[in-house]
């Protein structure tokens, strides 16, 4: 296997850098060119569309494309490393995000080492350097060279990127220890075999040929049982047993071990083990060869018998020619059987990747796709000969449906990685950092300007609006101006930019997976124009959905869930939203980049990109919806609680008029004034729109306590309140007001009249308008012209003074009017209260007479 590991690592290091090293893995000036001719893409796509447009915004050629190539070229040396490193910085990954941040695209891995830091946090130890994690590499946050991890992998330079390490399987680095000794052992490989060769010759002059071959190929073409069945006898277990042709190559049990050791160590070992084999049966083809001391011997062996024919024993030549035919027929027969073997290996090999990638991760994958291109290659050039290469692409294929599979696991990834998040996050508003990279960029808004690091693609933009004091001084300098940056926040919380994160990182990877999967001769059905482009972007769009429902169920109970929360949950949705554009924009840019998109079918891809991206939008839409109607069920439940605890025994005959709202009226407006402070990380639709629903719910309410059919009480008297329990209670469960008089309707009418005020100060247009409905019933039923206005000749008059009211409301509060009897008309004759309407009782019978009338 040594062997095959170096042949593995030269063919991968040829693939990176390319022919005349103009891959991405080989000079820095192709960085330049491919950059460039993806800006040419971009500006011929028509920009009528979302993600061309967007394409362009952070992007400056000739400022960003040096900065990356300059970084690549001192950090990666040319070869697959590089590779990985030009094809993360092509999809905009180091202008978004610091490259010390950790990576989660194995999401196992990336939660195991968070529990280990936590459980090591907990303890009070300071091991952070030498705890073991199933990290991409131990120490790769601090820069410090590694050691093997828990997956096997070593990286012992200080320069091993984490994406190298996330992207390239660790046998085809550089930097491996064994190096030096694998060149040499394959720069050998002719002379290794000339033992095997001596002893062939030696069997020959013996006339043994054949029985050597046959004991080679017995000890060399064997296989081994391996998995035998959990049975009760023998025979069972026989009948059972697995043949194995790569556990006979390598010694091991290739059916053991989970599918994480597999991907780490044992893929690697098989394919190098597989490729040494090769590399050894073409040495030992016939003629290829030529040893003196073999020529030297059959010279000596056809002499003798050339002299022993001329002392008078004549030879027949056709004895000479069966003997030539016969060990032609043995050196066909000996690569007939070698082919065989190798094509038993390779097929064994395809089979068991196939059912192991069913349980990989999205990085295993993408790393053993580009370990598998690397290993048909190395085929190809140490045994091109072969009859097995012919078949080598459907022997070793993944799945026809690998692209899909690859799809699903990204997806399940990215909503495991999202819920990990959000249940860390305080669901606060993040604090703006002052750093001087906010601050030069505060005024700013060219579309050309740098992604700002850790909050790109518009994120810094997405701060709250301060609701500060006009009367205070706020030129820029000031106290109080200072006082409001310190407390200036984003509309999103901390896990937002992690969220994002590890969607452009999912994204990369599955791009690299997928063109891995090209490199192996995959062909993908077509995609509406985008090829293999539109896979990647229906990746981006599932991977943002997942991610918009991880956020909206990042809660175990309703009842736990604040108002606050739950609309930091709609802004944090939304915040992803507002980045989409540019994502798409900033991926699209790197397909165009890494080769990915053809320049026939430009707009067929960037049309495709703009269909994903509405689809995105709309699963950001649809969580945004409901959680707006989940915070919305929250604050109609407390409003219905509040209103029901105070409105349940409440005296609406009240017998005398208040100068000062009921108490009802005050609660609820302080629940609605502390509510509506907690939406400013909401958008303003959003933000009003609440508004409108929790006053427009208690108007609502109130007008159904006054309108709504109440059952007359068997207790006439003035104090009765509300109907017997006979009445059906409303949506709040409140029954319906039984009896209301004069001053009790003035009572809530100056309830209304503080609730329009309380809307009017909230900056709101048009909130007060909630209250039209309420407001003209009450007013009406005081009106001192209400007899006049309730004629059939005044129905026009009636309807421009109150426009929302109807004679059918008015005929059930009626009905409820508690009515002036004689001791309270010699009381009101004192010149208690004149500017309302007090009707006696006989009025009261009047008017509910020519209302019904007008009704009937």
């Known amino acids: 296997s040594k062997a095959g590991r170096a042949a593995l690592r030269r063919c991968a290091h040829s693939m990176a850098v390319g022919p005349g090293m103009l891959g991405l893995g080989g000079r820095v000036q192709s960085y330049s060119w491919r950059a460039k001719n993806a800006d040419n893409l971009i500006s011929r796509a028509g920009q009528g569309g979302r993600v061309a ?53 194995e999401i196992d891995t990336f939660l195991a080492r968070k529990g280990e830091s936590e459980q090591a946090g907990v303890s009070g130890g300071t091991s952070h350097g030498s705890t073991k994690t199933l990290g991409f590499r131990a120490g790769a946050a601090a820069g410090q060279a590694s050691t093997r991890d828990l997956l096997g992998r070593k990286t012992t330079r200080q320069t091993s990127s984490s994406w190298g390490c996330a992207l390239t399987p660790a046998v085809l680095l550089e930097d491996s220890p064994t190096r030096e000794e694998d060149e040499e052992k394959l720069a050998s490989m002719p002379e290794s075999v000339h033992p095997v060769r001596r002893a062939e010759a030696a069997f020959a002059l013996l006339g043994r040929v054949d029985e050597f071959r046959s004991y080679y190929e017995q000890n060399r073409f064997g296989d081994m049982k391996i998995g035998s069945a959990d049975s009760k006898n023998d025979a069972e277990g026989d009948k059972n047993d697995v043949r194995s042709y790569l556990s006979s190559l390598t010694g091991d049990d290739v059916s053991l071990g989970t599918d994480r050791i597999f991907f780490a160590k044992s893929l690697p070992h098989l394919c190098a083990s597989v490729v040494g084999f090769s590399a050894v049966e073409a040495a030992l083809e016939l003629g290829n060869v030529n040893d003196e001391s073999e020529q030297e011997a059959t010279e000596s062996f056809t002499a003798m018998t050339s002299t022993d024919g001329a002392s008078g024993e004549k030879k027949d030549t056709s004895e000479s020619k069966r003997a030539a035919q016969s060990a032609t027929a043995a050196s066909g027969s000996f690569r007939e059987a070698s082919a065989r073997y190798e094509r038993s290996l390779i097929n064994e090999l395809g089979v068991i990747l196939r059912s192991r990638a069913i349980g990989a991760t999205l990085a295993e994958l993408a790393r053993s796709s580009a370990l598998m291109s690397s290993f048909r290659s190395a085929l190809k050039v140490v045994h091109p000969s072969s ?28 909503l495991k990685a999202t819920n990990n998040m959000v249940c860390d996050d305080k669901k606060e508003a993040m604090k703006v950092p002052r750093t001087q990279e906010f601050r030069s960029n505060e005024h700013h808004g060219s579309r050309e300007e740098p992604e700002i690091k850790n909050f790109p693609l518009g994120l810094h933009k997405l701060k709250q609006k301060q609701l500060v004091d006009s009367s205070l001084d706020l030129d820029r300098g000031s106290l109080h101006y200072m006082q409001a940056a310190q407390e200036e926040r984003f509309t999103f919380s901390s896990s937002i930019p992690c969220v994002i994160r590890s969607i452009h990182a999912r994204t990369i990877t599955f791009a690299f997976f997928a063109i891995c999967q090209e490199e192996l001769g995959q062909v993908f059905a077509f995609k509406k124009g985008g090829g293999i482009a539109g896979y990647v972007l229906d990746c981006v769009e599932n991977c943002v959905a997942v991610a918009a429902v991880g956020m909206k169920e990042g809660y175990q109970h309703l009842d736990e869930l604040t108002v606050e929360q739950a609309v930091q949950i709609i802004a944090n949705i939304s915040a992803l939203q507002s980045t989409l554009p540019r994502l798409f924009g900033i991926i699209m840019r790197g397909l165009c980049h890494v080769g990915m998109v053809r320049g026939d079918q430009l707009e067929e891809t960037f049309q495709y990109a703009d269909s994903t991206l509405r689809g995105a939008d709309k699963s950001c839409d649809q969580e945004i919806g409901a959680m707006y109607s989940l915070v919305y069920e929250i604050c109609r439940n407390k409003i219905d609680m509040l209103m029901n605890f105070s409105l349940e025994n409440f005296q609406w005959v009240s017998k005398s008029t208040r100068d000062m709202p009921n108490a009802y009226c005050e609660s609820l407006i302080e629940y609605m004034r502390n509510t509506f402070r907690s939406l400013s990380p909401m958008d303003e639709g959003s933000r009003a729109g609440l508004h409108f ?106 309807r421009r003074k109150y426009p929302f009211v109807t004679l059918d409301k008015v005929l059930s509060i009626l009905e409820k009017y508690s009515g002036m009897g004689l001791s309270d008309k010699l009381m009101g004759s004192s010149g208690k209260s004149t500017s309302i309407l007090m009707l006696e009782k006989k009025e009261v019978a009047h008017l509910t007479r020519l209302v019904r009338t007008q009704l009937s």
């Not at 290469?389 to 690859?406: F, N, P, W, Y």
């Not at 909230?762 to 909130?767: A, D």
């Open 53 to 105: 447009r967007a394409a362009r915004y952070g992007y400056l050629f000739e400022r960003d494309c040096k900065a990356e190539a300059e970084r690549i070229e001192v950090k990666s040396v040319a070869g697959i490393e590089r590779r990985a490193e030009a094809f993360v910085s092509a999809f905009g990954w180091y202008r978004c995000w610091d490259e010390s941040e950790e990576l989660d695209v």
């Open 387 to 414: 009859a097995t290469r012919r078949s080598d692409k459907e022997l070793l294929a993944m799945d026809v449906d690998i692209i899909m599979t690859g799809l699903k696991v990204a997806q399940e990834e990215q």
């Open 693 to 798: 629903s929790c006053c427009g719910h208690i108007a609502e309410r109130l007008v159904k306590l006054l309108t709504d059919k109440a059952k007359p009480s068997k207790d006439d008297g003035e104090g009765s309140q509300h109907g017997p329990s006979a009445n059906e209670k409303d949506d709040g469960g409140l029954l319906p007001i039984n009896k209301i008089d004069a001053f009790g309707l003035k009572n809530l009418s100056v309830d209304v009249a503080e609730f329009m005020s309380f809307a009017d100060g909230t900056g709101v247009p048009q909130l007060g308008e909630c209250f039209n409905e309420l407001k003209c019933l009450v007013d009406i039923m005081l009106d001192r012209d209400l007899p006049m206005l309730l004629l059939p000749d005044n129905e026009s008059v009636r």
